[in-house]
């Protein structure tokens, strides 16, 4: 995940509010690579941020962990975790020499996960439509206490009906704002939901509420599937058996959120959602939260990282996280940040 | 129309909209004129169940639309998307169930029209009609849940408040909310209606109006018609004709109606008095009768003719003048009809036919005669040729005889009627544009004229650029058809395609450059001939690479005096010419890095790399470790990872792709081996495989300058350009590498949009492919396509670096003297009927007549906001023009301007004004040149949808450019505050259909209210304000 911790929020915000056509990158390192007469390299290399879920062969979550549990390679190159956390709790700066967290908090990223909900409206939505926004409320009020929520709809285009907000009422208003739409443009929405994610700090995951097909997006699900990898956004479906009729949408939600580190549910109906509610709230309140600057790789092109556990554990147990991301060429944020 | 000056109507005061709507949640941030609602007669309503808030959103009508244009706007959505043949869709299925729901709520409110639940116990009469029902009983833990989910859909979509509902029943409080049904203004009186009341069995009394406009497709349609026109005429073609005969006919009046002005008993014609003689002549029948004059243009010959008379109607006064003479009018209509009248010209949901419409609006006149590019023989050669059509043979057989323009024009109408872009009409009208541009001394040689015309199937596309360069000669045009005729005859497929994508790219950047004024006048033709002339004799992909660097040298000579520009000096020449001042400097620089990290983003290698590893590959003694870190970068562009695996290929399979091939064989280049161990010839050849490299960064810099704001494209689909498709596709012919770039996406494969075609109509593309990615203000809005991509074209391909500080105050100031013009107008009624007759060029009969009536009875305060910049910065210059004596007495504005015109001539002139702050009409008048055309707004059309209407929209820029002035900001600012507040207007804009005209100016004025108030586009201090 390419976050921009290192500089301070605000500064985003003034920045993004000065400038909001061309907001100058903040945060991370420019690599550049020039050498005397020859073209530069430009690469920004950020914090990459990774979201752990870490399970036993039951399927049952595994706690307790700490930093010095993990192993973290990237490209085959071991790296150093910079800071760590586990679930709600706030996440801690990790110490370079000892391998352990320190104990002031990282005072950048607030405890808890910022959820994303993505709501398709479309047309494929509309014998469902009521029933879908109260699995969504139903959702969204089993949320522990410390996640912020925002809440998207979509058709042929995004609306944003609440902002990130920990306020669960508001967001409740937001969902039962909604209104049926047209045609389904879901990487289009994906897209713009990933590009606002990316703008916060701390854990993210995006849980999409869809039926299926994707009609009108301009954009495809494999620069979606990079993008989401690359913001560190795992990536969850809920959706139902219909979507099973268009097989190349299902196999895409498969894939996309696997790839991403979050999963898919196909449930028989918009009522049987609990196991799918129940699983990822699971997953948000379980995750580890792992996070490091590259060591120099000289690498522009996808990177492959590979998360396992030390000793043991690392036989016993399985890890599900984003399997690798692509450096991000040096250029500027054309989004200013989403109203917290 | 000369003669569109509508008599005032008396119309029903505003408070009436008011009164008649007390628990309306609409919008009254703007001040609303009255509707077209006649007062001859007491004032009528009609009840609509439920708030009207929610009526609105279940209907498809924004929530901004005034009570007064609901039934006109409801009715014109039953038109539109109410039926698909006779049979209602699910739209309207819905909306009926939902008038019928609201009953039910509204009598559930009781008399004070308040729902009320006191406790969470007695919510189940409400949660019943709703389709809710609780789940786990009443207490903390309360939750509702579906229990109908029809019913709920329809709770749902209206907007009724269930959040709060369920949160007053958690939290054990009583629920109230008013539900009140709401009255609306009806055109006439509701007793008007009511035989079609009986007709349809509405369940209630005669106010239920709503009811007939949801079950009776023609009576919708015929209130859409008659809320369309002005009230006058509207209620003489009640009176004269009778609502029960206007319903037979309700699909011609709808669509042609609107142009129709009745005024002391007669009808006004297109052409004025002095036509109507050959108008009764025409239709059969005296405009002085008017409903018998209606009666019958409306139903002779399907529509066609009601067609006719709406199109030159639409015409300026010049054409006009000229088509309605008797034997010319009647000829050219004997034409348009032809043999056959059907199918109609009333049939389906968008009017067919457009180009006669663009022909009547665009005809060349040269000494008050029909324009004939070249000579007559070349378009008798055009007719004698096309012979697709049954019509098209028989004028081909007519034109071999022809030897008068009057007969060019009547074929040019007989072929207007089925519109094909590579037909005679598209190309008479595209060659016409360059020629009318064109000094009279220079007009185009009959033998380029015919070339022309024999290119122009397949390559008139690109003839924009000669519309947009008067400038180019004779020689450059033909130098042009040349090198393209050789391009498409070279053998190998993929050097063709790059062949054709490295010369339009090339030639895009000298478009850029010399629109910015960075290639001077005088080089036009020069840099023009020699970059086409770097292409001569290409044939192998050496010969292509060598060819395109040395056209891009003479480019970048011709604007920067140096031929070895690097990229990033390129880019900066391209994002604007050096000024001296920080501001401009400070834009420049911003735009700048804007293109660099969009080239960036796309991983296009530079152009640095390209042309030092060429060098390097031609030279014997070459570093060898400095090509291969140089060969390097090639490798850095990967396709995006796959996102199935092996086993899912077989889905896969059906996903359109662009030119795969293009992008593949660049992943597997393997420069490095031939770098290594090559033979000397290999590697001197070896630059042949950099031009598809080439091709894409060329690409890539035209494809970054013209990136719409908000853009996502460039950002985060990294095979973007490079999946631009030049390939020939034999089964879609207009996806060809000389046609206009187009959006391709295939609907449900997945596989995302990308461009195929040319470079021409490059900024348009882009938009049309990024509208997609702007997210509106309002939950119900969608993004308005068709009209977005033009708005936003508008917004990009105009820059402002030749704007002085006194040419940016003159266009505010003939804004605010048109508005002067306007309030002086109320109370002089000599000025008001000048005032009317300059804005009734570029207006329809409605809209003039609804400010008659708002001047006569002194409401400019609410008239203002609604008059649009361009329509008053055109008053302004037109009265000027028209009465250069008479500056408007106390007009402080008025004496500034002249002062400024009168001092500062080149900078303050309405030319010059028109020409920087106009917008480009490529669909239109086949150009990107900017012009305010001062045009009526056009309809939609099948083939254009809101195009056309799009293009006459001209008021952004003025207003912008207003908005900049008011606030301090130098010109060049508009640079950045053009797109950044077009883009915001596009998130504000909320229609409800693709011809609510109405809806634009609404958003340009809440964009420019946030603007004003510091809520937008707060530019940095470098860039601090001048004072004038």
């Not at chain 2, 360059?434 to 022309?452: F, G, K, T, Y």
Request: net charge neutral; aromatic share 8%; with cysteine.
């Amino acid at each position: 995940m390419l976050t921009r911790l290192r500089q301070p929020l605000l500064l985003l915000w003034l920045v993004s509010f000065v400038f909001p056509a061309f907001p100058p990158a903040v945060g991370g390192r420019v690599e550049a690579q020039q050498q005397a007469e020859k073209p530069m390299l430009r690469v920004e290399v950020n914090l990459v941020q990774l979201n752990v879920a870490v399970t036993d062969s039951k399927g049952h979550y595994v706690t307790g962990l700490r930093p010095s549990d993990f192993a973290i390679s990237e490209d085959s190159i071991g790296q150093k975790i910079a800071s760590f956390g586990e679930g709600n709790e706030p996440q801690m700066t990790v110490d370079p020499t000892t391998g352990e967290v320190r104990p002031e908090p990282n005072q950048t990223v607030l405890a808890g996960a910022n959820v994303f909900v993505l709501f398709d409206t479309s047309n494929y939505m509309y014998h469902s439509f009521a029933l879908a926004q109260d699995a969504i409320a139903d959702f969204v009020k089993s949320l522990d206490s410390p996640e912020r929520v925002a809440f998207y709809s979509y058709s042929r285009n995004l609306y944003r009906a609440a902002a990130l907000t920990s306020d669960r009422e508001q967001v409740l208003r937001g969902v039962r704002s909604t209104v049926a739409g047209d045609q389904p443009a879901l990487y289009n929405a994906l897209l713009l939901t990933l590009r606002d994610a990316g703008q916060f700090p701390g854990r993210k995951v995006l849980v999409i509420f869809s039926n299926g097909p994707d009609e009108a997006s301009m954009v495809t699900p494999e620069d979606i599937g990079e993008l989401a990898q690359s913001t560190g956004v795992p990536i969850y479906v809920v959706s139902t058996r219909h979507a099973a009729i268009d097989p190349v949408s299902a196999a895409i939600f498969r894939q996309m959120s696997s790839a991403t580190g979050g999963r898919a549910y196909f449930t028989r109906s918009w009522h049987d959602q609990r196991i799918a509610f129940d699983s990822i709230r699971d997953d948000v309140a379980h995750l580890y939260a792992l996070s490091y600057y590259p060591q120099p790789n000289p690498n522009r092109g996808w990177r492959a990282i590979k998360v396992t556990l030390h000793g043991d554990a690392g036989k016993k147990y399985r890890i599900r996280t984003r399997s690798g991301y692509r450096p991000q060429p040096f250029h500027f944020s054309k989004e200013p940040a989403p109203s917290p | 129309m000369k003669s569109s000056l509508c008599a005032s109507v008396l119309v029903v005061a505003l408070s009436v909209g008011l009164r008649a709507a007390p628990q309306s949640a609409v919008s009254s941030d703007a001040p609303r004129l009255p509707a077209n609602v006649p007062t001859a007669q007491p004032p009528s309503e009609t009840l609509i169940p439920g708030p009207l808030r929610s009526f609105q959103r279940m209907a498809g009508i924004s929530t901004k639309a005034s009570p007064e244009e609901i039934l006109t706007l409801l009715s014109h959505e039953m038109t539109a998307r109410g039926y698909q043949g006779a049979k209602p869709t699910e739209y309207l299925v819905q909306l009926r169930l939902y008038v019928h729901q609201a009953r039910e709520l509204a009598a559930l409110a009781g008399q004070d029209s308040v729902i009320r639940v006191s406790s969470c116990e007695d919510a189940h009469p409400l949660l019943t009609l709703l389709g809710y029902q609780l789940r786990q009983g009443c207490g903390p833990e309360t939750a509702v849940q579906v229990n109908d989910a029809s019913r709920a859909f329809l709770t749902i979509n209206s907007g009724f408040p269930l959040a709060q509902l369920e949160e007053a029943l958690r939290q054990g409080k009583p629920f109230a909310v008013p539900y009140a049904s709401s009255r609306v203004p009806v055109l006439f009186a509701l007793n008007d209606w009511a035989e079609f009341t009986e007709n349809v069995k509405s369940r209630s009394n005669n106010s239920d109006l709503v009811d007939v406009l949801l079950n009776s497709k023609s009576v919708a349609r015929l209130y859409s018609a008659l809320g369309a026109m002005d009230s006058d005429t509207a209620v003489g073609v009640r009176k004269s004709i009778g609502l029960p005969k206007l319903v037979r006919y309700a699909n011609v009046l709808d669509f042609y109606g609107s142009h129709l002005c009745i005024r002391s008993g007669k009808v006004l014609v297109p052409g004025g008095a002095s036509a109507e003689e050959a108008w009764a002549e025409l239709v059969g029948v005296s405009p002085h009768s008017p409903g018998e004059f209606v009666n019958q243009l409306m139903t002779r010959d399907a529509g066609w003719l009601a067609a006719y008379f709406d199109a030159l109607a639409h015409a300026g006064s010049d054409q006009q003048a000229y088509l309605t003479e008797t034997r010319r009018l009647t000829r050219n209509y004997a034409a348009l009809r032809g043999g056959d009248v059907v199918p109609g010209s009333a049939r389906g949901v968008l009017r067919s036919g457009a180009g006669f419409w663009l022909l009547t609006t665009r005809l060349p006149l040269d000494s008050g005669h029909v324009a004939v590019p070249g000579d007559l023989q070349i378009w008798k050669g055009v007719f004698v040729h096309n012979r697709l059509s049954k019509r098209d043979r028989e004028w081909a057989r007519r034109a071999a005889s022809w030897n008068d323009p009057q007969q060019m024009l009547e074929g040019l109408f007989a072929l207007s009627r089925d519109l094909r872009r590579d037909g005679p009409v598209e190309a008479y009208l595209s060659v016409s544009e360059i020629d009318r541009r064109r000094p009279a001394q220079q007009r185009l040689s009959p033998e380029v004229a015919r070339l022309l015309a024999e290119h122009f199937p397949r390559l008139g596309d690109q003839y924009v650029v000669f519309s947009e360069f008067p400038g180019l000669n004779d020689q450059s045009i033909t130098a042009f058809l040349n090198a393209a005729d050789a391009l498409d005859n070279i053998s190998l497929a993929t050097v063709r395609a790059n062949a054709i994508g490295i010369f339009q790219s090339v030639l895009g950047l000298w478009q850029i450059l010399a629109r910015q004024g960075q290639i001077s006048n005088q080089d036009l033709n020069d840099s023009w001939q020699h970059a086409i002339a770097a292409f001569a004799g290409v044939q192998s992909p050496t010969q292509l690479f060598d060819a395109g660097r040395a056209s891009l040298r003479v480019v970048m000579s011709a604007a920067a005096g140096r031929a070895d520009l690097t990229q990033d000096e390129l880019i900066s020449l391209l994002a604007g010419p050096n000024l001296v001042t920080p501001a401009a400097q400070q834009t420049k620089e911003e735009l700048a890095k804007k293109m660099s990290s969009v080239m960036d983003a796309q991983r296009l290698v530079s152009l640095d790399t390209l042309f030092a590893l060429a060098s390097g590959l031609g030279e014997g003694k070459a570093n060898v470790e400095d090509l291969l870190s140089l060969a390097t970068q090639l490798r850095e562009f990967e396709l995006p990872r796959p996102i199935f695996n092996r086993s899912l290929e077989d889905i896969q399979a059906g996903r359109e792709k662009s030119d795969v091939r293009h992008t593949t064989l660049q992943t597997k280049t393997d420069m490095q081996k031939i770098i290594k161990s090559g033979t000397p010839k290999e590697r001197a050849e070896a630059r042949g495989r950099l031009a598809p490299f080439l091709r894409d960064t060329l690409v890539g810099l035209n494809y970054t300058y013209y990136d719409p704001p908000g853009a996502q494209m460039l950002a985060n689909n990294a095979v973007f350009v490079r999946s631009h498709d030049y390939t020939e596709r034999s089964s879609l012919s207009w996806e060809q590498p000389w046609s206009t770039a187009r959006r391709v996406t295939v609907l449900g494969a997945n596989s995302g949009g990308h461009l195929a075609g040319s470079l021409s109509g490059l900024p348009y593309a882009l938009a049309e492919l990024e509208q997609n990615f702007i997210v509106p203000d309002n939950v119900q809005s969608l993004i308005w396509e068709d009209f977005v991509p033009t708005l936003l074209t508008s917004a990009v391909v105009p820059r402002f670096w030749g704007v002085t500080q006194n040419e940016l105050h003159a266009a505010a100031l003939y804004q605010r003297a048109g508005e002067e013009l306007v309030t002086a107008a109320a109370g002089d009624e000599k000025l008001r009927r000048v005032v009317l007759e300059i804005l009734s060029d570029r207006m329809l009969p409605q809209r003039v007549a609804e400010i008659e009536a708002a001047l006569r009875e002194g409401r400019t305060e609410a008239l203002l906001p609604r008059l649009l910049p361009g329509e008053t910065a055109f008053l302004a210059a037109e009265f000027r023009r028209r009465h250069p004596a008479e500056t408007e007495p106390g007009s402080a504005t008025a004496k500034e301007l002249d002062s400024l015109v009168r001092d500062y001539p080149a900078e303050a002139g309405w030319d010059r004004i028109a020409a920087d702050f106009g917008v480009p009409h490529p669909a239109l008048a086949h150009t990107y040149a900017r012009e305010l055309l001062n045009v009526k707004p056009l309809p939609m059309f099948m083939g254009y949808s809101s195009r056309l209407m799009a293009e006459c929209w001209d008021s952004n820029n003025l207003y912008w450019a207003r908005l900049a002035d008011e606030q301090g900001y130098p010109p060049v600012m508009l640079n950045r505050l053009a797109p950044e507040l077009t883009h915001r207007m596009v998130e504000r804009l909320f229609a409800t259909n693709l011809e609510d005209w109405m809806a634009v100016p609404r958003a340009m004025r809440e964009t420019g209210d946030e603007f004003r108030q510091g809520k937008l586009v707060p530019l940095p201090k470098s860039a601090a304000p001048l004072l004038h």
